[in-house]
């Protein structure tokens, strides 16, 4: 497997600037606690709320009124026995600043109504501390960011990938430090910083054969999956969509993706509304898969069948999309094609029908198809006498331009397209993204597989042609 650290930029990009704190529902924490908030500009509220994180919402706990004199609004909230966790005040779930709560007695607060994300807490080192944490995380991740810009060099400059390898390690120093650090400073923190204290595959590969089997299994090395305090938290959902995402582009078979995702929804089972964001977040996540959906569609029936009360415009979103991908995952019967050939006449697909068959989605533009076109062609004519047939879908535009690329690469098979590019009628019913791509599809007509290359794609046309 090639290695895959630029699937990870955005994976931490996001999940080390998302404020993510843990309630710690194990913990009693201070008995009483009293928020006293001074704000401006609030002519066009009257109230504030508390909202805690639950699963994939927020709730509201508590609600105040504003008072108002001479153009300053005051609010205090007195709190009893509230677990330590992650909390935001405002005046809208949309309009809010976070805040940690359970640990001190007394907290003030003061801002302006039109921003409340930037309301000033004073009087609370836990929450002075939690922005020196995303501060510190932010900068670890601004380093990862510049080294991992540097990989592609390194790779033919070992002396280059020595000192970025020494770097990496320092970075995960850091880490490691900093997530020491917030256990013992604050407990919640500590696992919240767990989710995102990720160590370099070159320092710590072990017996990893590839970058991917170390990700899948390493990147949550420091979460407890069982713990309850993981409803309390939006990063869950978060960190999960990001997690199904990249472990749906490094190379793993849907069966290999399901197995990881599995073993972390069993652990989070206990707890619904963790479990709950677990699964939503994977929905999402595997939705962005840009090869293969067969565990989009898989989450997704789950999702839908378990939640028959969630939003109903978003169940409806997903339906769609599971309707739209289930006709091309691995053993769905593969959608229909007609479309022109360079004659003028309509071919299809499904006259094929009895033969082992490799969809072919290229263009005469596309350099990487142009590449790949030798080796297709080694492939069907070794092939072609035993049941085997290349059906070519071309995204050209241009007529001329597709018929001189056939001529020229020695493309000897069926071809056809309906020269509209992207807007393809075919490539739209396979959610086709990029090209080249190919799906392989037996003499039933059904999905073998999709994209594979070399000897893996030899393999599987030998074993579908001799079953």
């Known amino acids: ?233 939006p990063a869950l959902f978060q960190q999960m969509q990001s997690y199904a995402m990249t472990i749906s582009q490094v190379g793993f078979d849907p069966a290999k993706q399901s197995s990881y995702i599995d073993d972390i929804l069993n652990k989070t089972s206990a707890h619904p509304a963790a479990y709950q964001a677990s699964l939503l977040g994977i929905v999402v996540g595997f939705s962005k898969a840009k090869k293969d959906k067969t565990n989009f569609v898989k989450y997704g029936e789950i999702f839908l069948n378990k939640y028959p009360n969630y939003d109903p415009k978003f169940r409806q979103n997903i339906q769609t999309q599971i309707n739209r991908s289930k006709g091309t995952i691995i053993g769905a019967v593969a959608p229909e094609i007609s479309q022109k050939t360079p004659d003028g006449e309509v071919a299809n697909l499904s006259d094929l029908r009895g033969k082992v068959v490799l969809i072919d989605f290229w263009a005469s533009w596309c350099g990487p198809c142009r590449r790949e076109n030798p080796k297709v062609v080694a492939l069907y004519n070794k092939y072609k006498d035993q049941g085997f047939e290349v059906f070519g879908v071309s995204l050209d535009g241009d007529k001329k331009r597709w018929l001189a690329a056939i001529e020229k690469d020695k493309l000897t098979w069926t071809h056809v397209s309906d020269l509209k590019k992207w807007q393809s009628g075919a490539a739209a019913d396979y959610g086709v993204r990029s090209i080249p791509t190919t799906i392989l599809i037996d003499q039933e007509g059904r999905i073998l597989a999709k994209n594979l290359k070399g000897p893996a794609l030899e393999a599987k046309v030998k074993a579908a042609l001799n079953r």
Not at 25 to 54: N, P
Not at 139 to 164: C, D, S
Not at 214 to 228: G, L
């Open 1 to 233: 497997m090639k290695n895959i650290s630029i699937y990870f930029v955005s994976v931490l990009i996001f999940i080390l600037i998302a404020p993510s704190i843990f309630a710690n529902t194990e913990e009693e924490g201070v008995s009483r606690i009293q928020i006293k908030g001074t704000l401006v500009g609030c002519t066009e509220v009257d109230t504030i709320y508390l909202y805690q994180w639950y699963g994939i919402n927020i709730r509201q706990l508590h609600m105040t009124n504003l008072t108002e004199k001479k153009g300053v609004y005051n609010f205090t909230f007195k709190l009893a026995n509230i677990p330590e966790g992650f909390y935001t005040i405002g005046t809208s779930p949309d309009a809010t600043k976070p805040l940690i709560l359970g640990t001190e007695a007394k907290i003030t607060m003061s801002g302006n109504c039109e921003t409340l994300e930037e309301m000033k807490v004073s009087g609370s080192p836990v929450n002075d501390y939690y922005q020196e944490l995303m501060k510190e995380n932010g900068n670890i991740n601004g380093e990862f960011m510049r080294l991992l810009k540097q990989m592609r060099a390194a790779m033919r400059n070992p002396e280059l990938k020595a000192t970025l390898d020494k770097q990496f390690a320092d970075l995960d120093v850091r880490r490691i430090a900093l997530y020491e650090k917030a256990k013992t400073t604050a407990p919640f923190l500590g696992k919240s910083q767990a989710l995102v204290t990720y160590l370099s595959f070159v320092n710590n590969q072990g017996d990893y054969k590839t970058e991917g089997d170390y990700f899948a299994n390493e990147y949550f090395k420091y979460v407890d999956f069982s713990d309850e305090s993981l409803q309390y938290t």
